[in-house]
């Protein structure tokens, strides 16, 4: 397996603009997560989905990040619009649920964002 | 979720023992212990995870004092690409609940 994908692996924009992030998870994976990380705040679950439902968005900053699951291989978080702030590494990540107690996620490469 | 402290940074030489020690003296019965970690510029990588007893798998070692206040990961040998960020995590098990909440970690530094 090609691990978890992500996509743009960069992407640098202006203020103001749309951004649009993807990701694929690990197929037979059915929890999915996307995380912000920069060095002020390290790193943190915006939002979470189980079968392509959201679960947990209560990290979600405000109402210009929004985050989608149509189907079980494909999530995209979106900024509208964004703002310098937003500048961070976004991860993707998949598990899947073995038991309770079981919480390996396997994390994408990332997505570096700048807004200039 | 329990509370967790580690050191902020820490050394090991290269073909050592390196042990990162965890604080989470508000542990509660239902909550285990996860350790992951993150290599610069890679996104984190689960390493092992228990709940009172001792845990070892190919990468680590987990040990888990009796009172459940406090763990340390071991690596048994510890290589120049063992140096990242290690993050101690407590979580409960339960249900739907699959949230981890990642705190500041301890910047493990293998030195040649």
Known sequence: ?116 | DAKTTQPPSMDCAEGRAANLPCNHSTISGNEYVYWYRQIHSQGPQYIIHGLKNNETNEMASLIITEDRKSSTLILPHATLRDTAVYYCIVRVARGSNYKLTFGKGTLLTVNP
């Not at chain 1, 691990?3 to 924009?13: A, K, L, N």
């Open chain 1, 1 to 116: 397996d090609a691990g978890v994908i992500q996509s743009p692996r960069h992407e640098v924009t202006e203020m103001g603009q749309e951004v649009t992030l993807r990701c694929k998870p690990i197929s037979g994976h059915d929890y999915l997560f996307w995380y912000r990380q920069t060095m002020m705040r390290g790193l943190e679950l915006l939002i979470y989905f189980n079968n392509n439902v959201p679960i947990d968005d209560s990290g979600m900053p405000e109402d210009r990040f929004s985050a989608k699951m149509p189907n079980a291989s494909f999530s995209t978080l979106k900024i509208q619009p964004s703002e310098p702030r937003d500048s961070a590494v976004y991860f993707c990540a998949s598990s899947y649920r073995r038991d309770p107690s079981y919480n390996e996620q396997f994390f994408g490469p990332g997505t570096r964002l700048t807004v200039l």
